[in-house]
């Protein structure tokens, strides 16, 4: 069965402290992982997806990479504005990129002035 | 990145009544639409799978009955909870896929009286 697991499950960290939150995941066959960010009361909202071991992307102070078994979502210099719960999601066991998500837990972040 | 819409933003509605959500991408045509309930601080939890012109695939233990679906265009998805009880208040969000990734809508919050 398809899992995954984020950690930690909150993390709290002052403006410009630097981080990493956690996604592992076992799969049988890995047809992508995409990292999404959600606001309290909205929908997530896509950052990035990633396919292969070794594949980083980023988008302003976020840097996601991946390995076999875990993601990393790398916060760099982080600022209020970043407080948010970040989610990480696999496409379900024999699915596609584009198919059924399992979600992990999600890790709360909140960035303190 | 493609943005996903969703009609109502919040509803309330009395017990026993029926309530109707839309989903629309709205700069892509989305074969394959998701509709996902999520609970105070918890993570998504997929319902049931969208495809234009067929019936849903609804997840083990969701009513397909009182959760009806339909996906009428390759723009637009809705969900209708029937017979709505206080038990079915939640947060329920819509994606959708546009054969790479997978964007969310901003989210339903319906609230049953």
């Known amino acids: 069965e398809d899992q995954v697991t984020q950690s930690p499950e909150a993390l709290r960290l002052q403006e410009g402290e630097s981080s990493s939150l956690n996604c592992s995941y076992t799969?049988?066959?890995?047809?992508?992982l995409f990292w999404y960010r959600q606001d309290p009361g909205k929908g997530p909202e896509f950052l990035f997806t990633?396919?292969?071991a070794g594949e980083e992307k980023e988008k302003e102070r976020l840097k996601a990479t991946l390995t076999k078994k875990e993601s990393f979502l790398h916060i760099t210099a982080p600022k209020p504005e970043d407080s948010a719960t970040y989610l990480c999601?696999?496409?379900?066991?024999?699915?596609?990129?584009?198919?059924?998500?399992?979600f992990g837990q999600g890790t709360i972040l909140t960035v303190h002035p | 990145g493609a943005v996903v819409s969703q009609h109502p933003s919040r509803v309330i509605c009395k017990s026993g009544t029926s309530v109707k959500i839309e989903c629309r991408s709205l700069?892509?045509?989305?074969?394959?639409m998701f509709w996902y309930r999520q609970f105070p601080k918890k993570s998504l939890m997929l319902m049931a799978t969208?495809?234009?012109?067929?019936?849903?695939?609804?997840e083990q233990g969701v009513e397909k009955d009182k959760f009806l679906i339909n996906h009428a265009s390759l723009t637009l998805s809705t969900l209708t909870v029937t017979s709505a009880h206080p038990e079915d208040s939640s947060f329920y969000i819509c994606?959708?896929?546009?054969?790479?990734?997978?964007?969310f809508g901003p989210g339903t919050r319906l609230t049953v009286t």
């Open positions: 999601a696999v496409p379900f066991a024999g699915g596609t990129s584009y198919g059924k998500l399992t």
């Open positions: 969208s495809n234009e012109g067929s019936k849903a695939t609804y």
């Open positions: 994606s959708a896929s546009d054969y790479y990734e997978q964007y």
């Open positions: 700069d892509f045509q989305a074969t394959t």
């Open positions: 799969v049988s066959g890995l047809r992508g």
């Open positions: 990633l396919y292969s």
